[in-house]
């Protein structure tokens, strides 16, 4: 067995036999007539049971499915800087997050149009406990990060996930993707966990662990959506943060999230790339900061590269204005997309809670401040 095989996804080799596991599974049947509405199911049965590489079934499949989904539930994705990147490059992909499955998909999809390598991407074990949602994972190139872990189990479970992050980058040029923090950002205040960096140093065992980003090309990405469409669905964990209650997930929760982030309205879309980061890196590795404070630094480079490359929309701004009671923002927005946020904002929170209603136009209005923090620190 390889050390990887609790946590990898499959090997090319295995593509075809891991698809006829799922061949007739009734939610695999549900996702492809959502994709190929006009075709008959022995159609795309009969392609994906001829299918034998994941990328094939990615493009094949998973990209069809997505453009399908922006089609149904957006006013289109806009991306920049993709012009950054190089063909047949491995960059580490260090992203905000906001929905499960979207974020991902999405980001493979505009590697894909670009001609760029698909990347391998985290995901949280919790969230393919199915077996039908476990086999197609591993069938989109997603690497498990084993959740819900303590003490040895979890120090162990990161030197894992880290030594499998270092040989997709290093020895098979294959692109990697993860969040910034352990889960979505719930209030739209996108920060880069210290403790997902230190994860990633764990292979490298000698005195400065920090010199593993200089061999490894780190690119801040961020994502934005007018509307999120599991806003409302983050609401009760953080009423639960707000009482320093510990928040226990409903059985069927991630699983809720999943459906409602593919089928929930987005309005529009950007995706940035925020170029490669490695001069800031350099600069790091040669500051004299201990091990900790070079971590916390590259962080805030982090950070601010996301934020500044963060794409307002009106929504954003008409949040700002309602949570702080003025009208700085009022000329970015119009009386009509107003008028839109507000009913959106009524039909979804309690509006005598306030709590609520903060919490609702802070998860928007958060990436304004940090945008201002981002431009204020680059004067």
Known sequence: MSQFDSIRPFYETEANAAIRQIIDDPMLEAMMNFTFPADHSQNWKDLMLHTQSL??????FIYPGIQKVLEKS???LSTGGFDLLEANTAYLFISNHRDIILDTSLFNAC???????????????????????????????NFAIKRGLQG??????????????????????????????????????????????KMLTLIDEGSDQFSYFEKIKVVPIS?????DPTDVLKMP???????DEKYVKGENEDFQNLLRG?????????????????????????????SGEKLATLASVIDQKIWAGYKLWPSNYIAHDLLYKNEEYITQYTVEEKKAFEKRLQEKVD????????????????????????????Q
């Open 351 to 378: 509006i005598n809670n306030q709590f609520l209603v903060k919490s609702f136009l802070s998860m928007y209005a958060n990436p304004v401040n940090n945008q201002i923090k981002a431009l204020e620190s680059n």
């Open 262 to 290: 593919l089928l929930g309205s987005k309005k529009r879309i950007h995706l940035q790339v925020n170029g490669v980061i490695n001069d800031k890196i350099l600069e790091i590795s040669k500051s004299g900061l201990g």
């Open 74 to 76: 957006s006013n289109g």
């Open 55 to 60: 990328r094939d079934f990615q493009v094949n």
């Open 111 to 141: 590697l894909y149009e670009n001609g760029l390598v698909l990347t391998t991407s985290a995901i949280g074990d919790n969230l393919i406990h199915r077996p039908f949602l476990h086999i197609l994972s591993k069938l989109n190139r």
């Open 237 to 243: 964990e953080l009423l639960a943060k707000s009482r």
């Open 152 to 197: 040895r189990a979890l120090l162990e479970s990161s030197k894992q996930a880290a030594a499998f992050i270092k040989k997709s980058l290093l020895s098979e040029n294959r692109s990697v993707w993860t969040a910034q923090r352990e889960g979505r950002t719930k209030d739209g205040n996108d920060a880069t966990h210290k403790g997902v960096l």
């Open 223 to 227: 994502i934005s959506y007018e509307y």
